[in-house]
């Protein structure tokens, strides 16, 4: 009996520690810097939120846009209750993919506006090198957490803008969804931190 004891005690360990790897994989060591890191991307999202909010206050765009020319934007869900049924790695992953998609976008529109010399479209290249710290920040969380990379889909672009109003829209609509897009990870990044051990 002694024997089938420690046989049972070992295999009880064994478990034990079987767990723990699953624990440390999802969340890695020294969890107050992962929580710092978290407190750094939500910083850095809602700097970006500052950022479209500033340039979305430019005259240029006071009117209305007349039609939407961006079909793959990421779809945003603002709802509070999808807060509380977020999934930790395939949450990291699709935020990354969403950036890229919009850094892919915002990229785009920063040759055409460069391009053509629209001097009255605000300058996109702050706003695009700080996309990329974010990503780069976010890239060694999903490291971390051994989070996949999901593939951020070819953008479906507007064919050439050939007219100064054409610019400007594009420019107010992707702004505008950058700017709900940053709300709403500001508010994910806070409840991911929330989810990782005290």
Request: charged content about 20%; aromatic content about 8%; hydrophobic content about 40%.
């Amino acid at each position: 009996s002694a024997v089938l004891g420690d046989s049972s005690s070992s295999l009880l360990l064994s478990l034990l520690l079987a767990q723990l790897h699953l624990l440390a994989s999802a969340f890695p060591s020294h969890p107050r810097r992962i929580q710092t890191d978290f407190d750094k991307l939500t910083n850095q999202t809602r700097h970006l939120l500052k950022l479209t909010q500033d340039l979305l206050k430019d005259p240029v765009f006071g009117t209305e846009i007349d039609h939407h020319r961006f079909k793959s934007l990421p779809a945003i869900s603002s709802r509070v209750s999808d807060l509380s049924s977020l999934e930790f790695k395939p949450t990291l992953s699709q935020l990354y993919a969403d950036l890229k998609s919009f850094e892919h976008h915002f990229e785009w529109l920063n040759r055409i506006t460069r391009k053509q010399q629209h001097s009255s479209v605000p300058k996109l290249t702050d706003m695009i090198s700080h996309i990329k710290s974010l990503i780069h920040s976010l890239q060694r969380q999903m490291t971390r957490a051994e989070a996949p990379r999901i593939p951020a889909p070819s953008p479906s672009l507007p064919p050439n803008l050939a007219f100064h109003w054409e610019v400007v829209q594009s420019s107010q609509e992707l702004l505008q969804q950058f700017r709900l897009f940053c709300d709403w990870a500001s508010r994910v990044f806070l409840t991911l931190k929330s989810k990782l051990p005290a």
